[in-house]
């Protein structure tokens, strides 16, 4: 690259260079060291990745990026190939066009040079415009012409039969081919200057990206002005460590009033007019302390679509063991970057389209704090799917659904959740500052005083708030959310909450003001980006919107004011995380952690001991759950809740004989609840058709062999 750049037609004149380092001093080697992470994008856990040592100011020798990198030399080697392809085709029409053209221009040059016009012109008379005497002149050159054509003819004409003669008739064939290409040039159409040689085929950025492309797209997108305004490059255009794109460092130009988060509101134009989707476009902002200022951008075009692609399968899949203390493995970055999210003493949102994988995605923190036996999962989930199922064998507190006794179990527990809040902070309150100097949970306090971790999960939030009837008793519930969200961390109690809905209705902006982590899979627009991620977020480039049906798996997590990320979750299916979850439960048993609902998860117990039970069985004690009976009409709409697919159709008669085949022994048909008595089941007799060593198996709640210190 030149250290000046000028394209004639294009306007304008980027300065390229000298490849100033964005930290002094000036003669350090190294351009910005660590790298340019910006302000508008930071990653909340990963290493910046520093730029190649390519961009050092003292390399002195760089080679055509196609020389380098296979990526632009299969682009150029394409590009090449299809110009010469269109170049080809059309010569079909276009060379005997050319040709025509060339013989008659010739013909028309010779006409006017045997007729010494040229000397008509130079001798006429200004006046007149009549030769005069000079006339015998312009004759006699005329003859000589003619002579001097006669000659050339009978000339060549000569030198041909002898060439034919003595070395072959290729010799005046060759005479011919080169007078016809003669002619050919001098016909070709003459194109405009800096036109393309093939209009129409345009040059993939993939195979080129010069510093006037960069130029002509920011000032397309009026970040520019004029035609001699140009952007300043802090560091040439080169290919990434990785050859996945091309990055660069450029600062906007003095004077012209522009700062880099006007570049950064610019992003979808500045990407559409270099050719490449909004996905392939990253520019962030580099900030004071990288060296950077306001009108500092790093810029990384990628090659493709960075988020498309096998996505990389959940770390947490082989860990044995998780301290939920540490951050956790989330995804990465477009650049490949890991993304760590550390959920404490934080809360997050998870929001977006439907089958984007929002649920899959905030599973991983779930997944996480399931393989860590000091902490104790609250969890509801508000459409009862399949998707955390496997929860209910670790979770202290399980609601699955959000049927009218689904949801009064979800105040319940809400309601539990603050009384532990307000328990854990007279506790803390109540300790020495010796033993609790910030007056928050340590993990020593954690395992002297019995109070694990509390991820409270929510997931499809917005079917408990359309539960609701009544629009009080909605804002008191987001009135309960928003205070666990507000204080819950500082008691080691993180809210995880997702919805489907980005509206303001499923959405309150009062939690979602105070929720730190913000996580958005793809939305219609950038109103509903907002919704998720925060007012101005997608006009300070954190925008869902842009993201398509293709990503899944993919979204915008906003981490702070200022910063966000685009990741690609990691993939954990059911099927791992249902292993996670036994894994996770056997952890808890060992460590006697295992509290709550999953105590009394008998097909969990009956897994530990070896037995398989019958899955009704299994779906009857969890639609009991605390209850020691239910009456028919009670219990049919619980299963149904449990697994539409296989009880949808069921009714007092089927359920019976069904019971029946799996061993109950039914010793009474009415049973009585509130003094009334009706068909129904007593929890005695399905216990009866299990087996006494899963029942032993199960665990007695609450008794953590930790008990809290006196
Ligand atoms: N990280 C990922 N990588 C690749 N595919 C994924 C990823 N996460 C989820 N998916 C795919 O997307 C599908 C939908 O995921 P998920 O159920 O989490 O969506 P959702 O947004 O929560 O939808 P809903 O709101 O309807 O529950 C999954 O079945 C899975 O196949």
């Not at 989707?277 to 960075?306: F, N, T």
């Not at 109690?493 to 509206?503: G, L």
């Not at 296989?646 to 010793?667: F, I, P, Q």
């Not at 089941?681 to 899963?694: K, M, N, Q, T």
Request: with cysteine; glycine share 10%.
């Amino acid at each position: 690259m030149s250290t000046e750049y000028a394209e004639p037609g294009r306007g304008g004149t980027v300065v390229a260079g000298p490849w100033t380092p964005t930290v002094e001093p000036a003669d350090t080697v190294e351009v910005a060291e660590p790298a340019p992470v910006a302000a508008g994008e930071v990653l909340p856990a990963a290493r910046p990745a520093p730029l190649p040592a390519r961009t050092r100011i003292a390399d002195p020798i760089r080679l055509p990026a196609w020389v380098t990198s296979r990526t632009v030399a299969r682009a150029t080697a394409r590009h090449s190939a299809r110009v010469a392809g269109r170049v080809a085709v059309r010569s079909t029409w276009r060379a005997p066009e050319a040709v025509a053209r060339g013989s008659w221009r010739a013909g028309r040059f010779w006409w006017s040079w045997v007729n010494a016009e040229d000397l008509a012109v130079e001798l006429r008379d200004a006046d007149s415009g009549k030769l005069g005497k000079d006339v015998f002149v312009v004759r006699d050159h005329r003859k000589v012409r003619w002579y001097i054509t006669g000659s050339a003819l009978g000339g060549t004409g000569i030198a041909e039969a002898i060439g034919a003669v003595m070395a072959g008739e290729w010799v005046p064939a060759l005479s011919g081919v080169v007078a016809i290409s003669a002619a050919g040039i001098a016909g070709r159409r003459r194109r405009a200057a800096g036109a393309p040689l093939v209009a129409g085929i345009e040059r993939e950025t993939k195979a080129d990206l010069a510093p006037a492309h960069l130029n002509d797209a920011f000032r397309a997108a009026g970040l520019l002005r004029g035609a001699d305004s140009s952007l300043v490059l802090r560091a040439p255009i080169v290919r990434d460590r990785l050859d996945r794109g091309w990055e660069t460092l450029i600062d906007l130009p003095r004077g012209g009033g522009k700062t880099a988060a006007d570049a950064i509101g610019k992003l979808p134009t500045i990407a559409a007019e270099l050719s490449v989707d909004e996905i392939q476009l990253v520019m962030r902002r580099v900030r004071a302390h990288e060296g950077g200022h306001g009108r500092r951008l790093s810029l990384w075009i990628a090659d493709d679509d960075p988020y498309i692609g096998k996505p990389t399968p959940s770390l947490l899949i082989d860990v044995e063991r998780f301290d939920f203390w540490k951050a956790v493995p989330f995804g990465q970055d477009a650049r490949g970057n890991r993304i760590d999210i550390l959920l404490l003493w934080q809360s997050a949102f998870f929001g977006g389209l439907p089958r984007r994988g929002k649920t899959f995605s905030m599973r991983l923190l779930v997944a996480a704090a399931v393989l860590d036996p000091w902490t104790q999962l609250w969890l509801a989930d508000g459409k009862g799917g399949a998707d955390f199922r496997a929860v209910a064998q670790v979770a202290h507190r399980y609601v699955s659904g959000a049927d009218p006794d689904d949801l009064e179990a979800f105040e319940a527990m809400l309601d539990a959740l603050i009384s532990e809040m307000s328990r854990r902070f007279a506790l803390l309150a109540s300790l020495p500052s010796s033993v609790c100097p910030e007056g928050k949970l340590t993990p020593q306090i954690m395992r002297r005083y019995n109070l694990p971790l509390i991820p409270f999960v929510i997931d499809e939030l917005q079917e408990y708030f359309e539960a609701v009837e009544e629009e009080k008793d909605r804002q008191r519930i987001i009135g309960k959310l928003a205070r666990v969200a507000r204080r819950g961390p500082a008691a080691g109690i993180m809210p995880v909450y997702a919805s489907q809905r980005p509206d303001a209705k499923s959405v309150p902006t009062k939690l979602r003001e105070i929720v730190t982590y913000r996580y958005s899979t793809q939305v219609t627009d950038k109103t509903s980006s907002d919704m998720v991620l925060g007012d101005g977020k997608a006009k300070a480039g954190a925008d869902a919107s842009i993201l398509s049906e293709e990503h899944k798996g993919v979204g915008v997590l906003v981490t702070g004011p200022a910063s966000f990320v685009t990741v690609k979750a990691d993939l954990l299916d059911n099927p791992e995380f249902e292993v996670i979850c036994q894994r996770g439960r056997a952890l808890r048993l060992a460590e006697g952690t295992l509290t709550g609902q999953a105590c009394g998860d008998i097909g969990a117990a009956a897994t530990q001991t070896g037995y398989t039970i019958p899955q009704i069985i299994g779906d009857v004690m969890e639609a009991f759950g605390q209850r020691s009976r239910m009456w028919t009409e009670d219990l049919l709409p619980a299963l149904v809740n449990i697994d539409e697919d296989t009880y949808g159709e069921w009714d007092s008669t089927k359920l019976a004989a069904e019971l029946d085949d799996a061993g109950v022994v039914r010793t009474m048909k009415q049973v009585k609840i509130n003094g009334e008595n009706r068909a129904g089941w007593l929890l005695r007799d399905i216990e009866g058709a299990i087996p006494p060593e899963v029942l032993a198996a199960r665990p007695v709640e609450g008794a953590p062999s930790t008990p809290p210190a006196g």
